[in-house]
């Protein structure tokens, strides 16, 4: 294959992801899927021994409280509602009328009480603030979830739709500031574990518009969120794979979330980018995974 | 538990599923999720053995794609578009005004150009379309993804977003039906070997408004589409669990699929509704899963 095409061009030539006729919304073969469910076992490996509470929630979260969280105040761009038909027979002739005639037929769409899910945290933050205070210790999740962000690209790592696995650690400042410190090293080792070179960096989030620049130099002067970075776009900067973030109390006060005194609860959570790590590995590796060396497929195969 | 309790509200109590607060939207635990993976590799070993091509599209697809499969004449009031906002920064201001006042905020959000995935085999005709005629002796695919409908819904078993496994059969039409004769015997058997009583009957789909009608009694009449029902809630019929679907050349001729011989290729499809599975298994066997019978925990945890 000729190494000069796009990393896009080369991974649809391998089949290894399938165009859609969108940039930014792929297919993936058996061989993609495979080794994103290998890599999961593997943060399960390591995550696992800390009894995390699994839970998997669908792809989209109830609109209100993605109201709630603030999302669309920093990423409004990004975000994706849901919309549906809720017209009578004759509004449905009209609409498809509309879609014969090729005009736009969306116009007439609804909102729905669902909201693509931004991050897969996002819906865990007012389930368990529902369920009371944190017991003792506070609280550890583990979650994975498509997510949906609005940036159609040709970036392959630059996906509109994506999964992400999570580690969400609630309870006292101190605890929650340890989880993500312990994640940032156990994250470096699992990624030297396969062999990819990393470096980690404050983050660099696409806030909107020109008051985003505020919450983007407070994200960044207080170390709020980290990123692991790993080459992968010949033509970009270092590609997030993983991010760590620390909400100060961000979550705990938007939804009444307390430790077991009573305290307003504070939150991290670590984030793997399931696509972009497996693009990192292909990249890295090269495109046939029988090829890749045997300490990677040891790793990941056993 | 109070067994007087509806299914839903008992799995929410035993904590299978987990509210959010929309009806047909539900967090799921590692043991709900767990039977749902253990359930997919009984159904690998079953149709493994034909060597299908498989691939995962994420829970979206292109909308031009969408907008040419014809849900949108039957089943308007389902499908779910996915909309953002385009605008500038004086758009934001608004918006962000329109969210603190508690105004509807979402009249401003524009299509985008994908729109969720109504049947996880929808985005797979385009694409195989566009790899030009089928093999000697057609196609045959291994998909799952999930999927949206909007019909917000107290029975557990009408959710929003869930997961479709399938297999899709591509090719002379002879090939295609026998191959949704042997799975509504493999699909039988399957559900026997967990110990869940089935009956298979002629489809009862949804279509909208009086010309639905007319669909409506088409596929009947022609045994389009049979299901595999499952009693699950106590209060309305058996649930269809399965779906056997033949086509007939309506995919072949919306995008193009030929046979090796240059005919207009027929589609069918087998589906698994994953949810709805996992809810009859919990129906018959309980709510806690190391209580189920012998050799229901034999056929799926081996």
């Given at each position: 294959m000729d190494m000069q095409l796009p990393l896009l061009d080369r991974l649809f030539a391998a089949g290894l992801l399938i165009d859609t006729g969108v940039d930014g919304l792929y297919g993936r073969s058996g061989a993609f899927e495979d080794v994103i469910t290998r890599f999961e076992a593997v943060i399960d490996s390591l995550g696992g021994v800390d009894k995390p509470e699994a839970i998997r929630f669908p792809p989209g979260m109830n609109r209100a409280h993605f109201e709630g969280s603030?999302?669309?105040?920093?990423?409004?761009q990004l975000a994706g509602t849901i919309h549906s038909f809720c017209g009578c027979e004759l509004d449905h002739v009209s609409l498809l009328t509309c879609m014969e005639e090729g005009k736009d037929w969306t116009g007439q769409q609804q909102a729905t009480d669902i909201v693509l899910t931004p991050a897969a945290c996002y819906p865990l933050y007012p389930t368990i603030a529902k369920r009371g205070a944190l017991p003792a210790g506070g609280g550890l999740f583990d979650l994975q979830s498509y997510c949906f962000r609005h940036e159609p690209s040709k970036e392959p790592t630059?996906?509109?739709?994506?999964?992400?696995?999570?580690?969400?650690?609630?309870g006292k400042p101190t605890d929650v500031v340890a989880f993500r410190q312990d994640w940032m090293e156990r994250g470096t080792k699992l990624m030297e574990s396969v062999g990819l070179p990393v470096e980690i960096d404050v983050a660099n989030d696409p806030f909107f518009g020109r008051?985003?620049?505020?919450?983007k130099n407070n994200q960044r002067n207080q170390n709020l969120k980290f990123e692991l970075l790993i080459p992968v776009n010949a033509n970009a900067g270092p590609t997030a794979c993983m991010s760590f973030n620390y909400h100060q109390d961000h979550f705990g006060k938007t939804w009444g979330l307390t430790t077991e005194d009573g305290e307003t609860a504070h939150t991290a959570c670590v984030g793997f980018?399931?696509?972009r790590i497996a693009l990192a590995l292909f990249k890295h590796h090269g495109l046939d995974v029988n090829e890749w060396p045997a300490h990677v497929r040891q790793t990941l195969w056993g």
């Open positions: 603030g999302y669309m105040k920093s990423f409004p630059r996906m509109q739709l994506f999964r992400m696995r999570e580690y969400v650690r609630m008051a985003g620049k505020m919450y980018g399931l696509e």
